[in-house]
């Protein structure tokens, strides 16, 4: 049978379409489906901030790791490196 909502194309002993469609009492989805719709949002809404803290964090950390890279390399990079020198041969 053919789900008069989304026009999906469901096996017989389907009691239930794909879109929350009820072929038995022919009701719409309302309640159940507009829950998993607000459950599905607040999982964003939480993956949303779980990137976004990850994303901070990943920023701090590079920033750190580049200012502990740049004061340990810093009065290096200024004198002459004899390794360079080396490889230029
Ligand atoms: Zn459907």
Redesign the pocket.
Known sequence: MT?P??K?ENPGSARV???G?SFATGAAPSVAASTTANALLRSMDRSLRAIKFVVVAWAVLTLIGLLAWLLRDGPAATSPQPARAAQEK
Request: net charge negative; proline share 0%; aromatic share 12%.
């Open positions: 789900c909502l989304c999906l379409c794909d879109c469609y």
